[in-house]
């Protein structure tokens, strides 16, 4: 997959530029390669508006962005979500939470009023948890990306970590999914 939106990630909510954010990694798109389009499940690109893919494609490159660039640093993350707001901006939601090792549904439940709270703001979110999968014992990333439209996937990609956390994403899979914030 290519790269976008590198070196624009903060923490807390951190407002950035989707493209030219200053980092020195270029601007290209990342986001879902054209076998993996074919690979998605059709029906929500078919019913949606054009903006919609685009936007929804847009935050899935962000997510994985943000999921590479967290797992590179520290080898796992809380969960946290990136939103896409008008104008092509985007914010990242961490929630702060009191303790030093919080409980991953402690911290999603705060991330969630985070986002329902500014969700009048944001034209789609993407919710990212690292996971566990049982049937492959490997790690991956899972992420809820819904737009305001009422449109949402799940996209879960298995990863791993070489040398010095170097991330390596495998094929994602993607299916429709229920909205939790605008439905």
């Known amino acids: 997959m290519n790269r976008w939106w590198r070196g624009c990630i903060g923490v807390a909510i951190l407002m950035v530029t989707a493209v030219g954010c200053g980092s020195d990694h270029g601007s290209e798109q990342r986001g879902f390669e054209n076998d993996e389009r074919e690979n ?34 520290y080898g796992e993350f809380y969960p946290v979500a990136v939103a896409l707001l ?16 919080p409980e991953t549904e402690a911290v999603l439940a705060e991330l969630y009023k985070a986002i329902e709270a500014g969700a009048d703001d944001y034209l789609a979110v993407a919710v990212l948890v690292n996971v566990r999968i049982p049937s492959t014992d490997s790690d991956a990333v899972e992420f809820q990306v819904e737009h305001n439209d009422g449109t949402a996937i799940r996209v879960v990609a298995e990863y791993a970590l070489g040398e010095d956390n170097a991330v390596e994403f495998r094929e994602p899979s993607v299916s429709n999914s229920q909205p939790r914030i605008w439905g």
């Open 40 to 73: 998605m499940v059709a029906s929500w690109r078919e019913t949606a508006s054009q903006q919609t893919v685009d936007d929804l494609d847009k935050l899935a490159g962000v997510a994985f962005d943000v999921a590479e660039d967290h797992l590179a640093q």
């Open 86 to 101: 008008e104008g092509n901006q985007g914010a990242l939601i961490a929630p702060d939470m009191e303790t030093e090792f």
